[in-house]
């Protein structure tokens, strides 16, 4: 065996010591239907009106519900919404609930909790949600007890995509009414509608969610216990799957480079279905309040830098294609004919030196994206392509927590990230460039400063238009100026692999994959 054998060797032993001290013995009962999942980062909270990062999203969607839910082409499905009405004007939704919906503490589910939700409780915490609901929404009214009226300012055709658990989570008016909602005791023992329970959250090893013996769909879910697994290091976690001890691989539960092997594992499925919702972009936030990134020229200048065709196939691993701006091609209005940034090291040089930045009078405050080894090299790549610029680079490692804190009070200088579409660009793009979301505490704003009034006219102008076509036109015109500016700095349109065992039956069966409440899902057998 030679040195490199050995050391994969006793790499993967390792991981599967530290895989079996993760796992809590009693979640391999044999007469309990587990699912053994996988939670990374850690998040800070488990419910997504609070903070809406990938993982808090993928718990959450367990204990929360929305109104609706979303077929893989984007159209809506009952949730919490049997039905609804769209006026012919477009000026109102009124939903139609399902009756005999229970929250986990006993307490009847109305129409009372949905005008608290989206009135009263979202605009105030949910900085995805307020940046609609305070824009559109002209009032929510209650017609009667199973009856909700959504009233608009003007028509929003995007507003039909935003009743997801992970945009607008149901909560309960009887718990938070009244309240601080952030230091509510409820946050840390959340109190849903959803398939699953709250039991326990053991820091640091595992978050465990047990059946909703009163869930309103009946017989329903199928599975007695999820267990997210807390496994911090990225071959751990694929040794863990590959040895049967965690059922289901999340995309980014493991390296790339590990997906192709795993994927071939006799039993285990593939599939990059379940993201169509997301659609997830990468890029590079530039804080452009300061020096060197408030300069146009050094923006442009990173992207001619960057080699994003090699980021894309030996950093992602294939897994995705090199982004040409702001939209993504799976997103309505989509415009495939931007000018493209090549790759060319000596325009990047010379924008540089028109830019009249002096490199190394700076040093680069790089804030790390703590969310797996593809991350960290990304980030490693990012330090080298701002030093080989002339620039000095302080790459800040940081949790998830610590970065959600610090790039929502601009706390940085250059980060890298990945935002979701969420089918219409009023929903999931505008609310990153628009100046009115230039607001300190989240970092799914407008977090760079991108400043552009004449833009924002025209983002107005796209979200309220009835007409396709005058849509695909300002949105052509909003793309070719984001790309111009570098409003962000476009990396990768991503793909994201969920692998699992083949026994597992309807794990990603909507637009928002395993965000799903998996009230449905069972194992075969």
């Given at each position: ?112 909790d949905v005008v608290f939700s989206l009135a009263d409780m979202l ?371 991503m793909e994201f692999a969920t692998l699992y065992r083949s026994n ?22």
């Amino acid at each position: 065996m030679d040195r490199r054998q050995f050391m994969i060797t006793g790499a993967s032993a390792m991981g599967a010591l530290t895989t079996e001290l993760a796992l809590p013995t009693w979640a391999h009962a044999a007469d309990k239907k587990v699912l053994q999942l996988i939670i990374q980062p850690e998040p800070p909270i488990l419910i997504a009106a609070f903070n809406q990062q990938a993982p808090t999203q993928y718990v959450s969607g367990k204990m929360f519900q929305s109104l609706m839910t979303y077929t893989f082409d984007l159209k809506p499905m009952p949730g919490l919404a049997k039905s609804w009405d769209v006026a012919a004007d477009g000026l109102s939704i009124t939903f139609h609930l399902q009756e005999g919906v229970k929250w986990h503490d006993g307490h009847p589910f109305s129409a009372d909790d949905v005008v608290f939700s989206l009135a009263d409780m979202l605009p105030k915490v949910h900085a995805r949600a307020r940046a609609i609901l305070d824009t559109h929404a002209k009032s929510v009214e209650k017609i009667d007890d199973l009856t909700v009226r959504l009233n608009l300012k003007a028509p929003f055709p995007a507003v039909i995509l935003m009743f997801e658990p992970g945009f607008a989570p149901m909560l309960p008016r009887h718990v938070y009414e009244g309240t601080d909602y952030m230091t509510n005791p409820a946050n840390q023992h959340p109190i849903g509608t959803g398939p699953f329970m709250f039991k326990e959250w053991q820091r640091g090893s595992f978050i465990h969610l047990v059946r909703n013996p009163h869930y309103w769909k009946p017989g329903m879910p199928y599975l007695d216990e999820l267990i997210f697994n807390v496994i911090p290091d990225s071959s751990s976690r694929a040794v863990a799957f590959q040895n049967g001890r965690i059922d289901v691989l999340y995309g980014g539960d493991v390296d790339n480079v590990d997906i192709k092997r795993l994927s071939e594992i006799d039993g285990v499925t593939y599939t990059t279905k379940g993201w169509e919702m997301f659609s997830p972009l990468a890029y590079l936030i530039f804080n452009m309040r300061k020096p060197p990134f408030d300069n146009v020229k050094v923006r442009q200048a990173m992207m001619y830098a960057m080699n994003r065709e090699a980021i894309v196939k030996n950093i992602f691993f294939g897994l995705g294609q090199v982004a040409n701006g702001p939209f993504v091609p799976t997103e309505l209005y989509y415009d495939p004919n931007l000018p493209p940034y090549t790759f060319d090291p000596r325009k990047a040089r010379e924008l540089i030196k028109e830019s009249g930045i002096n490199p190394a009078d700076h040093t680069i405050r790089l804030l790390s994206f703590p969310y797996g080894s593809t991350w960290d090299r990304l980030d490693e790549y990012t330090r080298q392509t701002l030093e080989q610029l002339g620039f000095k680079v302080d790459l800040q490692s940081t949790d998830g927590g610590g970065w959600a804190a610090r790039t929502g009070d601009w706390d940085f200088d250059i980060t890298t990230t990945y935002s979701y579409q969420y089918g219409d660009p009023a929903l999931g793009v505008e609310r990153l460039y628009v100046a009115r979301n230039i607001v300190k505490g989240s970092p799914f704003a407008n977090a760079q400063g991108y400043n552009n009034p004449a833009l924002d006219k025209l983002w107005s102008e796209a979200s309220g238009s009835t007409d396709p076509v005058r849509r695909q036109a300002l949105y052509s015109e909003i793309q070719k100026t984001l790309v111009e500016e570098v409003g962000n700095g476009f990396l990768v349109d991503m793909e994201f692999a969920t692998l699992y065992r083949s026994n597992i039956k309807n794990l990603v069966t909507t637009a928002i994959g395993l965000n799903e409440s998996f009230d449905n899902v069972h194992f075969e057998g």
